[in-house]
């Protein structure tokens, strides 16, 4: 069976904060409190996502958009909960047919810690495409100094390609 993808709610959070808090991912996303997910998910800017393989919910995303840049999605943060089976890949891959096929977006963007491969692997392998460097744009508590983003980019014409 193929991923499943639906709009979470908040009897969904407890998952999404397991995923954010599973071993070695605290330097590569953020980790919210309970209150600041309902917040956000309230927020008609944001969007969150559940993807599920049968009927275990393997990973969340979520999704941002503003007025400002029209027609631009940003992917504020993605997490499985079980890294390094594969989950990943498939959930990004639906997650981005579902960007392009069923909203205006003509580009789908995110920034991703410097030291994350696994990620940056992730993205590269599937057609995602590295635009710069984002600059000491946070402070990374590991090694008490800032840390840079890659910033990366798919466009629609490049996810129908
Ligand atoms: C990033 C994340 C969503 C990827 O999902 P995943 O299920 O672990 O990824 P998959 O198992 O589908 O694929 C992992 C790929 O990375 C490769 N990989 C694993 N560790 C790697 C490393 N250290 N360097 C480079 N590639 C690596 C694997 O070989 C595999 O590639 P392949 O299929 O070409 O062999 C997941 O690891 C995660 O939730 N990480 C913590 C949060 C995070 O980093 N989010 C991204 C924020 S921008």
């Not at 407890?14 to 919210?32: H, K």
């Not at 027609?71 to 498939?90: C, E, S």
């Not at 946070?138 to 629609?156: E, P, Y």
Request: proline share 4%.
């Amino acid at each position: 069976m193929g991923i499943m993808l639906r709009a979470a709610t908040a009897s969904d959070i407890a998952f999404i904060m397991a995923c954010e808090r599973r071993p070695d991912y605290e330097r590569f996303v953020g980790r919210w409190p309970e209150d600041k997910h309902r917040a956000v998910m309230a927020d008609k800017d944001f969007r969150y996502l559940v993807a599920h393989e049968d009927s275990a919910p393997l990973g969340f995303v979520i999704l941002h958009s503003t007025w400002l840049r029209p027609q631009n999605l940003y992917l504020k943060r993605i997490a499985v909960h079980d890294a390094d089976k594969g989950h990943g890949k498939k959930v990004l891959a639906a997650v981005t047919d579902w960007v392009f096929a069923q909203t205006d977006t003509e580009r789908f963007w995110l920034e991703v810690v410097q030291g994350n491969p696994r990620a940056r692997h992730v993205y590269l392998s599937l057609g995602w495409v590295e635009e710069g460097i984002v600059r000491d744009a946070f402070f990374d508590d590991a090694t008490g100094a800032r840390g840079s983003f890659v910033q990366m980019s798919i466009l629609k014409p490049e996810w129908r390609r």
